[in-house]
Nanobody, 126 residues
Framework: VQLQAFGGGLVQAGGSLRLSCSAS????????MGWFRQAPGKEREFVVA????????YSADSVKGRFTISRDNAKNTVYLQMDYLKPEDTAVYYC????????????????????WGQGTQVTVSS
């Protein structure tokens, strides 16, 4: 599976961005998907995850009410709508495909995912 994330960029605080992650090589419609991020000098952290149908999600407390994950299985694509962005949201954002079927709180951990995209930079200026 190859994942390509795009849509990052530079935005002012309070603004919005929409990230996309397209998969090729295998359908992802049966698998949960997640977004993680890594800020400079910090470890990669969980952001949001979505189950196969889009009917269930997990979000990190830091992004609840601001970030929304969704998916279009017909397009093999997952999205991350980011609103009310803050400077602390600045990071490289990575999408990932779960290694197993199912959906649980384990999706907040990196080891729940098999394949990762290359990352897209999001920079929020104050």
């Amino acid at each position: 599976v190859q994942l390509q994330a795009f849509g990052g960029g530079l935005v002012q605080a309070g603004g919005s961005l929409r990230l996309s992650c397209s998969a090729s090589g295998r359908t992802i419609s049966n698998y949960a998907m997640g977004w993680f991020r890594q800020a400079p000098g910090k470890e990669r952290e969980f952001v949001v995850a979505i189950n196969w149908s889009g009917g269930n999600t997990y979000s990190a407390d830091s992004v609840k009410g601001r970030f929304t994950i969704s998916r279009d299985n017909a397009k093999n694509t997952v999205y991350l709508q980011m609103d009310y962005l803050k400077p602390e949201d600045t990071a490289v954002y990575y999408c990932a495909v779960a290694s197993r079927l199912g959906f649980s709180a384990a999706m907040k951990r990196e080891n729940a995912y098999d394949y990762w995209g290359q990352g897209t930079q999001v920079t929020v200026s104050s």
